[in-house]
């Protein structure tokens, strides 16, 4: 039996009704072997809510997890943070270079979504707009 499910495209938030800030760290590699010795780059995304339109709930999902980061109740101008790791691991994937955050109803229907995505090269994109280098 063939089951074909129709999505309604859920909308891009605005950009205007929320912030992005990468906090760029530099952290050694730990391993169950050893640490490195050298610092390498890391980074970690907050992630800001200006406005809310009838949005309750967060849920982010990445390309290799879903259920990355979940809050029942979520506030304008509270920051929600996105561990996103080594920025080698991201270019590479070996760690997820693509998020999905979804703005949930109470009744847990997708309201907006930004998409958050590292390239290859480094390319940081949020909703398809380059956004900077890594």
Known sequence: MLLLYIQKDIPYKAKEEFEIKLD???KRRESEKNVTKSMLPYVVLKLKLLKLNN?????VETNMRSN?????????GKEYILDLG???????EISA????????STAKQPISKIIILVESNGTF????????KF
Not at 55 to 59: G, Q
Not at 68 to 76: A, M, S, T, Y
Request: aromatic share 12%; net charge neutral.
């Open 24 to 26: 760029y760290q530099f």
């Open 55 to 59: 949005e309750e709930k967060l849920k």
């Open 68 to 76: 990355f980061l979940v809050r029942k109740h979520i506030e304008p």
């Open 86 to 92: 080594f920025t080698s691991d991201i270019k590479d």
């Open 97 to 104: 270079n693509e998020y999905t955050v979804l703005l949930l």
């Open 125 to 132: 994109k949020v909703n398809g707009e380059t956004r900077g």
